[in-house]
Structures are given as C-alpha cells and as structure tokens.
C-alpha cells in the first residue's frame, strides 16, 4: 500500500521562473493538502483541494496555484519564483470528512531552492 | 502564522531518559496531532487525541490534552538514539470537511547515547 508520493525530491530554480510540483495521495485517500515548510519553521498551509477544486486556501498569493486530477493526484504551481519561496514543500492526503480521527499523511516533500 | 507555541524548542537529553515537550494552541479543535520529522524528510504521523479526550497512549508515547488551556504535552518514555528529531502538534479545525493542519514551531530533541 503505497504512501504519499512526491516528485521531484529536489529541485532547484532561479527569479522569476515558474515550477510544478507533483504529489499522488495514499491509495483510498481523495483529499490532498499542501504545506510549505521554510528551514526551522513549522509547515504553513497553503490550499486543499477536493473534487478537483480548491476547498481551502491559507495566506498565499494567487503566485500559488493549484490542481487535482480525477485520480486524486495533484500539482502544485508556483509562478514568478522569488527567494522565500526556498522550502520544503510538503503533500499531505486523507479521505474527505474523517478528519475527527484520522490523521493526515504526508510525503517526503519537494525540497526547492531559488537562485 | 503559526497556531502556538512549541516548548522548549530544543531538548538535548541522555539516552534512556525520558523527553517532555509541550504546545500551545489558539482556537477550537476537533484534535490535535503529534508528528515527528527526521531532517529534510516528511512528517510521519505519532498520535492522534480528539478534543474529548484527555489522555492517549502508544507504546513509549505519552499524550495529554487539555482543553480548558488550549494545550497538549508529547511524553517519550525510555529515549533512544532513533528518536532524534523534531516534533511538531498539530491541531486540526473543530468544522466538518476542514483539512488544515495548523503547525506549532517545533521542538528539535537530541538524544545523547
């Protein structure tokens, strides 16, 4: 049964460029969350989506979007890359409305750096 | 921002002793969630209490909620060198269909051998 799976693992753009980070949810899981996580900092929500829409959306610019495909699998687009967008970017998946008892999972993550 | 507060923000303890970390929380909860992360990798899920309860167990882990001071505490019995990491509480939104997590700041433990 796999898990949550990311790619790529590292990644490595410069100013202004755009980038697409992909995430597939833990098989039976219909929901997938994105985090960023800056060096020694806790993960901050970005956006979730469900249905193929997104259902939430923390305190990041429209720079930030997002996508789900029918399969559940999703991307994550981030434009006009700036130096803080440097993170780690986490994916986190569960099945839709058990969030009372079921945690969440996450992957590995995307380690990006932004020349 | 942040939800709270993780405490302390570093451990450095000797293998076999017992680890205490604490967090601090600010709004309604459905539960909060313990998770550990080894550098650079993904978090991995410790353990879940729900906001009616006031005290859970797994093995060597430890957890108590309370509520009424909108805080949680993550006990670690019997340290090993493994448990080297950082751990973070997250709480999760007291509404149907809401799947933000909101992270606290961390606490990186070091265990000694």
């Known amino acids: 049964d796999a898990g949550v799976t990311q790619s790529p693992t590292h990644l490595i753009k410069t100013r202004g460029q755009q980038v697409t980070l992909r995430c597939s949810p833990k098989?039976?899981?219909?929901?997938v969350s994105w985090y960023q996580q800056a060096l020694g900092q806790g993960p901050q929500f970005i956006f979730q989506y469900y249905e193929e829409e997104e259902r939430q959306r923390g305190n990041f610019p429209d720079r930030f979007s997002g996508h789900q495909f029918p399969n559940y699998s999703s991307e994550l687009n981030v434009n006009a890359l700036l130096l803080g967008d440097s993170a780690l970017y986490l994916c986190?998946?569960?099945?839709?409305?058990?969030?009372?008892?079921?945690?969440?999972?996450f992957g590995d993550g995307t380690r990006l750096s932004i020349l | 921002s942040q939800q709270g507060e993780e405490d302390p923000q570093a451990l450095s303890i000797q293998e076999g002793e017992n680890a205490t970390m604490n967090c601090s929380y600010k709004?309604?909860?459905?539960?909060l969630q313990w998770y550990r992360q080894n550098s650079g990798r993904g978090l991995v899920h410790l353990i879940l209490i729900r906001s009616n309860e006031r005290e859970k167990h797994s093995g060597r882990l430890r957890v108590t909620l309370d509520t009424s001071k909108k805080s949680s505490s993550l006990l670690i019995t019997a340290s090993r060198a493994a448990d080297t990491a950082s751990y973070f509480c997250?709480?999760?939104?007291?509404?149907?269909?809401?799947?933000?997590?909101?992270f606290g700041t961390g606490t990186r433990l070091t265990i000694i051998p």
């Open positions: 986190a998946s569960r099945l839709y409305g058990t969030g009372v008892n079921q945690p969440q999972h």
């Open positions: 709004t309604s909860i459905n539960n």
């Open positions: 098989s039976g899981h219909d929901t």
């Open positions: 997250a709480t999760d939104g007291a509404n149907f269909g809401n799947e933000k997590l909101t």
